[in-house]
């Protein structure tokens, strides 16, 4: 299953054209790319997890959902026993390009939280089923939190039902009263740990008709479009980082290259005679450069307030809100920037100054070199990452439904 963020969505030719389009400086079309593609997510492959302890019901589950009985052809094999050594896909034949993911048991090996959703690879998955059996259980409490974390959202399933449905029969209880209190149950239990409640579900895999279970592929099939949606915006960030990357590569050299001259400008002695202003011209240099690549990664985000406006018409939203959430970045990112470049200033200060006669020519070259270096570093380094964080943020916010 494992595939870049990238191809999850668009195919290799559009692939392509996305990261030809953001290396030319067009990200204008880019952003309109993405946002068709976030229109249509017919093709997306969508991955739900099954999850639950061992003998709750999953495999059982993906048998019905899939109108399968477990001795015909191609289903999942069932039992109390864990048999499974990984997650194991199942086309999902009633939605196109859903696949259903049968997981080990969350107690099959020793439950240890951080583990089993690394073997697992949690996070490579889109939704999830929380399958339980009796009573909400805390490996159920732990996997609802790991899931909100990420932005996704899940159901929560008690199978097993009928099972209850027999022992409020011999109870003499009436079968509707037991229903409500189950899943009042079952809401208190989520708030209990601080989970919003999610969609609950009372099913029997066997009495397939009966109770929930075609409500759940209902709701399922009403929510697909939700779901995909959700996914989309959340892999905007790892989307974009693939359509930047080559142009990123080429911005990393070129900062590396400016920190490496920074460093060579702090190597010239502080001062060659009381005559000669070297400390001024380095100061001047090695700043004056720094704030000039500053300036240069900027620049390359090519966003100015015609292209938010131009932007803006296109996808038919108003320009104020792009306008507010670029101002809200640099707004962000400025103390940073702000302390950085005092903190360089005050480096460089104590290089000029404090050491010109307490140290030796050497002792002055290694100090300016490394501070210049260090300087230079922090700040382009900064900038370069914050350039990627509001690209990722604006198409976040062109593309949002808000």
């Known amino acids: 299953m494992a595939q870049s963020t990238l191809s999850k969505f668009f195919t290799p030719q559009e692939s392509r054209n996305l990261q030809c389009l953001y290396n030319t400086g067009d990200l204008e079309t880019v952003i309109l790319q993405m946002k068709s593609k976030s229109d249509n997510l017919t093709n997306m492959q969508l991955n739900i997890a099954v999850m639950g302890d061992v003998g709750s019901g999953k495999s059982t ?8 009985r477990s001795d015909d052809q191609g289903a999942a094999p069932t039992g109390n026993e864990e048999t499974r050594i990984g997650p194991t896909g199942y086309p999902y ?30 996070e490579s998955y889109d939704f999830f089923i929380i399958i339980s059996q009796a009573r909400f259980r805390e490996n159920d409490a732990k996997l609802a939190k790991k899931i909100r974390e990420q932005g996704k959202e899940f159901y929560y399933v008690r199978a097993k039902i009928d099972n209850d ?22 809401i208190s239990n989520f708030q209990s740990v601080e989970v919003t409640p999610p969609a609950i579900f009372l099913i029997s895999s066997f009495d397939q008709e009966e109770y929930d279970l075609p409500e759940l592929k209902n709701t399922l099939a009403r929510d697909l479009c939700s779901i995909k949606s959700n996914i989309f915006m959340l892999s905007i960030p790892k989307i974009m980082t693939e359509i930047t990357e080559s142009k990123t590569r080429m911005l990393k050299k070129r900062v590396w ?14 001062s060659v005679s ?36 131009r932007l803006a018409s296109k996808i038919y939203k108003p320009s104020s809100s792009l306008k507010a959430e670029m101002n809200r970045q640099l707004t962000r990112k400025l103390p940073s920037t702000v302390i950085h470049i005092l903190l360089g200033i005050t480096l460089i200060a104590c290089m000029i100054t404090g050491t010109r006669r307490s140290f030796t020519l050497i002792i002055q070259s290694i100090f300016g070199a490394v501070s210049s270096f260090a300087f230079a570093y922090k700040l382009l380094n900064d900038s370069l990452r914050q350039r990627l964080e509001t690209v990722q943020q604006l198409v976040k916010c062109a593309l949002s439904r808000e």
């Open 165 to 186: 449905a027999r022992s409020l029969g011999r109870q003499g209880a009436d079968l509707n009263e037991g229903w409500v209190r189950i899943r009042r149950d079952c």
């Open 93 to 122: 034949q009633d939605l196109p390009n859903v696949q259903l993911w049968d997981l080990p048991g969350t107690n099959s090996v020793g439950f240890e939280l951080n583990h089993y959703l690394k073997k697992v690879n949690f």
């Open 257 to 270: 290259m400016l920190d490496i001259l920074a460093g060579a400008i702090g190597t010239v002695p502080v």
């Open 61 to 68: 589950f993906i048998n019905a959902m899939r109108g399968l």
């Open 274 to 309: 009381e005559s000669v202003p070297v400390p001024v011209l380095l100061f001047t240099a090695c700043v004056g450069l720094t704030i000039a690549g500053w300036m240069y990664l900027r620049k390359q985000l090519r966003i100015s307030n015609t292209f938010l406006q």
